[in-house]
């Protein structure tokens, strides 16, 4: 992951930076000392020196208040602006495969456990519901703004989104027969700026970890036609593991779903011992 | 149901548990006609395996009759099957190449373990929840997952008792032979008389060794070696093994040796796991003995092959002597599925009778005891194997 804010106090001297970054260092401490509004004035501005000094931004840039501010206004993640975030995954399948199942919408609630739903508008247009940290629902448009069969699909958000975000996934022909490489590069401001991303951190709902499990998940769709789950399994202690009690599979959903197809294997049978 | 459940260190207890049922479209669900309490289990008995947690179910060695299938693969209700240890989807690049222990897409915590080691790995039954916390098959019930991939019908000609240990002891004493390359006229080292080693052994000499040589210090154990024609080393009296074995070579070494001891050493985040590590150099302090005294007795351009797990971190590994004899080192988790089926037309053919390491036949009520004999090596204990 990339820092939020490139800094932008490269020109200055490392000389200056420090003064500065010591003095606010000063001014902290001496105004916690105080214990006054005075001291906590003095204080505040001790912390914004210092921010200063360390990535070149006023305090309310770094904690994302800029992102806020200027919502609406821009459709794409600004340059050098944002969180970037790249993935990629083998999967041994078929590129034209794996590039169809990705193109539809109603498959992504099926490997990203964030999305509550995406809502197709029209071809090109959709609707994104998500679970954001501590159990906030974001909600978003996206527009695809490149789509080239088996190779990549781009997007963008578009309107006031919640979170905005640009990237796209790449197919490539993994070598000699082995299935499909698919790179995910995404850039996005959190909500909240560097304080919602930090406090995602913590609450482990970081979109880095999160999209690679979301690989992950496609690839146990794709290959295996199942995501490896033990919810639900008895054990000793209580009742079953897992506070959610639900099927997560039965054989009225299957047919009605009707899922990927898949070939029939048979390890056991297979051997090199003679 | 009834099951083995782990609460702590030397603290496993028959539990009523809830029945397993069908969780993902290739699972099935497998009532136990027969388990066995492994090797690896000691050690989480014993406490040394991280990521376990109270109320796990253990057990990774068992058979029994399928009674029912999430989606339609190939098994019937009531067929009796054995499965191996490993889970497996069959589909993913290892698994095409027959690499079934290094599946990409068995182990739900797959995260985690990467987060620890840098790779992840298939995951186990009943072997803690790095390897993907899978309730295990000392039980009355169990599910399988993959069921399409994993489980071999068994012949009815054939006991539980001659079947059971194609789950993993079988295939992993006789990957570890495999991986030696066994030339007419070779002879084979063993260290560790154990299940595996047994197998091992008896392998070796169906893969065309002339000789055999095993080393253990427990009686029973080297008997058991000498029934099927090894020669023995009892290391407690020959101090000098590696002496004694090029003595036995004309001064050559074994062509190759197997280490069928291993260091059982789950687990190396170091920083996560620091206690258990303290606790687990005090196997390091002894094992890799085993492993030294292999590279030193191989005989130039020789094959080490290491069925006994490691893990962690060794020190004072005589590398320079391993380089300088142009040694070639094989290892690793056995990938069971791919032995399953020749090993049960050996078993049916009468070339190996697995049975032969099995000493102690217990109820799965009796499981605690089991362990407890088994851990301490009491009453000439070398395999329990549990029936529900």
Sequence with gaps: MERILPRQNKHRSDEARWIIGLSGAALIIWGWK????????????????????CTGHYLHETLGVTALTSKGLRALVPHQLGIRVDRSIAISRPIDEVYQFFRNF????????????????????????????????????????????????????IGSA???????????????????FVRVSMNYLPPGGALGAAVAKLLGEEPEIQIKEDLRRLKQIMEAGEVASTQGQPTGIGHTKGVEQRTLWSKEKAEEAGSVPQPKTRAAVSGTAS | MKALCWYGSRDVRVENVPDPHIINPRDIIVRVTLAAICGSDVHIYDGYIPSMERGDILGHEFMG????????????????????????????????????????????NAASLEALQGYSSAGLFGYSH?????????????????????????????????????SDILPTGYMAAEN?????????????????????IRSAFLLGAARVIAIDRFPERLHLARRA????????????????????????????CIDAVGLEAHGTGIGYLYDRSKQMLRLQMDRPTALREIIQACRKNGTVSLAGVYIGLIDKMPLGVAFGKGLTFKMGQTHAHRYMRPLLEKISGG?????????????????PEGYRIFADKEDNCIKVVLRP
């Design chain 2, 65 to 108: 009759e399928v009674v029912e299938i999430g989606q339609k693969d190939g098994l019937q209700v009531g067929d009796r099957v054995v499965v191996p240890f490993p889970i497996a989807c069959g589909r993913c690049f290892y698994c095409q190449n027959h690499l079934y222990a290094s599946c990409d897409n068995s182990n739900p």
């Design chain 1, 34 to 53: 105080r214990r006054s509004w005075l001291g906590f004035l003095l204080s505040s501005a001790g912390v914004d020196l210092l921010n200063w000094s």
């Design chain 2, 351 to 367: 070339q190996i009778d697995p049975s032969v390491v099995i000493t102690h036949r217990m109820r799965l009520d009796e499981a």
């Design chain 2, 130 to 166: 790095l390897y993907g916390g899978y309730a295990g098959g000392q039980a009355e019930y169990v599910r399988v997952p993959f069921g399409d991939v994993g489980p071999l019908k068994v012949p009815d000609g054939m006991t539980d008792e001659q079947a059971l240990f194609l």
């Design chain 1, 162 to 180: 919640d979170v905005e975000s640009t990237g796209s996934v790449h197919f490539q022909r993994a070598p000699g027969d082995r299935g499909t």
């Design chain 2, 180 to 200: 030696c390359d066994i030339k007419a006229g070779d002879t084979v080292a063993v260290w560790g008389c154990g299940p595996v080693g047994q197998f091992a």
């Design chain 1, 106 to 157: 109603k498959n992504f609630s099926r490997f990203m456990t964030h999305v509550n739903d995406v809502r197709e508008i029209d071809e090109k247009h959709s609707r994104w519901f998500v679970k954001g940290p501590a159990g906030v629902e974001l909600e978003w448009d996206a527009e695809i703004i490149n789509d080239q069969p088996n190779e990549m699909v781009s997007w963008r958000s």
């Design chain 2, 229 to 256: 024609n090894a020669e023995t080393i009892d290391y407690e009296e020959e101090h000098e093994v590696v002496a004694r074995l090029k003595e036995m070579t004309g001064g050559q070494g074994p062509d190759s």
